[in-house]
């Protein structure tokens, strides 16, 4: 039986979307768990950057990472940070969540970029292990 606990755990992990709810408690998941991070989120405001700001404060409590304020959809900025920072393993979580997205899902991204494609891309260039939440 596979069990998560039986994997290696890598030694640099990059969190895309890693200021909203979900991605910094992941964040602080890893911290204790003495990975390598990085995170990737572009605090903007289809909800509260402070709130985001919060949140990146509080996975500084658990330990040092490095932040990138960048949008993900920005190939060039994406290359040279996935460059720079050399992930084993990304976790794909960034998006604009919310109801305005539901209704109106031409808010999600700009017209003519995929953002799955830019990090899977990436993934292909510079990493092992790609996941992606939705």
Same mark, same amino acid.
């Given at each position: 039986?596979?069990?998560? *606990?039986?994997?290696?755990?890598? $030694?640099?992990?990059?969190? @895309? ?12 998941? &890893? ?19 402070? *709130? *985001? &700001? ?15 304020? *960048? ?13 720079? @920072? ?13 109801? &305005?997205? $539901?209704?109106?899902? @031409? ?18 260039? $510079? ?6 939440? $939705?």
């Amino acid at each position: 039986m596979f069990r998560i *606990k039986d994997m290696a755990m890598p $030694a640099k992990v990059m969190v @895309t979307g890693g200021a909203g709810f979900i991605g910094s408690h992941l964040a602080e998941a &890893l911290l204790r768990q003495g990975i390598q991070l990085t995170i990737v989120d572009s605090l903007d405001d289809f909800y509260s950057p402070s *709130k *985001k &700001l919060s949140n990146l404060e509080a996975v500084r409590r658990q330990g040092e990472f490095q932040f990138f304020q *960048k949008d993900i959809r920005d190939y060039e900025s994406m290359r040279r940070i996935f460059s720079a @920072t050399q992930p084993d393993v990304v976790i794909h979580l960034a998006a604009r969540a919310g109801e &305005l997205v $539901a209704r109106d899902h @031409t808010l999600a991204l700009a017209p003519d970029v995929d953002d799955d494609r830019v990090a899977s891309d990436l993934h292909d260039d $510079a990493s092992d292990d790609f996941s992606f939440a $939705a």
